[in-house]
């Protein structure tokens, strides 16, 4: 076990309750309640109907596609599929919202409560638990930078799908809640229920963030709004906890607010606190019948799941006898893990989670590119460690021979024969360069027959590099072993 994160104050250290609220937009063809597209990135307003628009008198028809893939979400998170939610009108006023209320489910989620394992370091996991999941509509969009005067209005997003996923106060430091967004996007996207792109909004957290002494009750909390990545979200929680230990500590309070993280600033500010908090007057939507699932419905989609990232990764450890390090490594993507399995296939398994971690994810990272986009497929890759495991070439040369195949996409036999990488396991050539060495360097022979046994790296350094690197290294060091010690 880990030791409690906390922060030093002057009073001594703090621990910290974090809780998040992440919404999650929904992949399906067309929104919550109508027919009109959700394609990201197309021309302001050329996907909204006269729902989204709310224009007088039209009705929500509840798309199923987005009810299955809420109950798909559900399952990933181990939680309680509710057979009857409500959908809750919340009303407030914006520009963004042309129906002046938004539909949501308050009372009766679809999906109750349920945990995800988060993995940290050290090979720990601790279970976050999820309150609830509920289905709601997506605002449209303000456009503030168009012109310097107005104030334009995109509708494409509205009405899109949002799964909002609440956990519970689980979380105590900002490693913890990392780890959690970074978890819960792995399982959506093998879900395919969201694809987890916070650059783009698709996936966006709350987080609120609040510190006691060890063993207090929970203190008062901030919730912050804003953060569009995993690293944004921990600097923010470090800096909330913080100037919230510093108001304690003087001897202030802490007044239940939302604040707005300023990435560029680096700090969060007050954007309005509870005395200003909307009474939303929930209601529920008369337009809308209560959701009722049927355990056919529910069943179908659980038999559609797929191999979650958790039954992945523990399978992963006893059938390739992989480390927890590697194994989350891998798992952490769907297409990762599929291609460390292609080359695993019929191979030495640690040896291929080496080289698609170190290896192939090193030079991805470093051209920036994605695995999709990799020139070394995993069929080539394979191919590379097979001339490796039947000695065709020795390990020092597969990296360069690796590094070609980065470069130009060729596959591994093809580019040891155009440059004559064969490793040389012949015994009579190796013997005459071991030969050469020692004939040149008689002084560090007798140097090294009189004690200095530390020479030995020296001749072999000297061996291999008139070999050019393709001496079978076993096999040099054997033969030359031999010859000094005669
Ligand atoms: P509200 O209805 O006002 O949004 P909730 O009880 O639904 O409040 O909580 C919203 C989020 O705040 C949840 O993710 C929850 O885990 C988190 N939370 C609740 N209390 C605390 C606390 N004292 N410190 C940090 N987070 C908290
Ligand atoms: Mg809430």
């Not at 792109?197 to 929970?218: H, I, Q, T």
């Amino acid at each position: 076990m880990s030791t409690t994160y906390t922060i030093d104050g002057e009073t001594g250290p703090w621990e910290l309750v974090i809780g998040l609220e992440v919404h999650a937009q929904v992949i399906s063809q067309s929104k919550l309640f109508s027919g009109a597209s959700t394609t990201f990135g197309a021309e302001p307003n050329t996907q909204v109907s006269l729902v989204d628009a709310a224009m007088p008198g039209m009705l929500p028809v509840i798309n199923k596609e987005c009810v299955a893939q809420a109950v798909r979400t559900g399952f990933g998170l181990n939680s309680a599929i509710n057979r009857r939610s409500v959908f809750d009108r919340k009303n407030y006023f914006y520009a963004d919202l042309p129906q002046g209320y938004q539909i949501s489910q308050f009372k009766q989620p679809v999906v109750g409560e349920g945990w995800v394992d988060i993995d940290l370091e050290g090979g720990e996991v601790k279970r976050v638990r999820v309150e609830r999941l509920h289905l709601e509509q997506d605002a449209g969009k303000s456009l503030h930078d168009q012109s310097p005067t107005k104030t334009f209005v995109d509708l494409n997003r509205s009405g899109v799908a949002l799964m909002e996923i609440v956990s519970f106060p689980d979380m105590r430091s900002p490693d913890e809640a990392g780890a959690y967004v970074r978890k819960l996007r792995t399982i959506v996207r093998y879900l395919g229920t969201c694809d987890g792109n916070m650059e783009e909004g698709s996936m966006r957290c709350d987080v609120n963030v609040s510190v006691r002494k060890a063993g207090a009750e929970y203190g008062t909390r901030c919730e912050i709004k804003n953060v569009n990545s995993v690293r944004n979200m921990m600097l923010a929680i470090e800096y909330e906890a913080r100037r919230q230990i510093e108001i304690l500590e003087e001897g202030g309070s802490i007044t239940q607010e939302t604040r707005l993280w300023d990435a560029g600033k680096g700090i969060t500010r007050s954007m309005r606190n509870k005395e200003e908090a909307h009474d939303y007057r929930y209601f529920p939507d008369p337009d809308l019948l209560p959701l009722v699932l049927e355990e056919s419905f529910i069943e179908g989609i659980k038999a559609t799941l797929p191999e979650l990232p958790d039954a992945k990764k523990a399978r992963f450890m006893s059938e390739y006898g992989l480390g927890d390090y590697d194994a989350n490594v891998l798992v952490a993507e769907q297409d990762r893990a599929a291609f460390y399995e292609q080359v695993a296939k019929g191979r030495d398994a640690k040896i291929a989670a080496n080289w698609v971690i170190v290896e192939l994810l090193g030079a991805l990272n470093k051209a920036g590119k994605d695995l999709a986009e990799s020139p070394v497929s995993a069929d080539k890759l394979g191919g590379l460690l097979d001339l490796m495991a039947d000695n065709t070439i020795s390990g020092r040369i597969a990296k360069d021979v690796f590094a070609e195949m980065v470069e130009s996409g060729k596959d591994a036999g093809t580019i040891v024969e155009e440059k004559g990488l064969r490793q040389v396991t012949d015994t009579g050539a190796i013997d005459t360069l071991i030969d050469q060495v020692m004939a040149e360097h008689a002084d560090k022979v007798a140097e090294y027959r009189s004690g200095k046994d530390k020479l030995f790296g020296f001749f072999v350094g000297q061996a291999m590099k008139r070999s050019q690197g393709k001496a079978n290294p076993a096999m040099l060091n054997d033969l030359l072993k031999k010859k000094l010690d005669a």
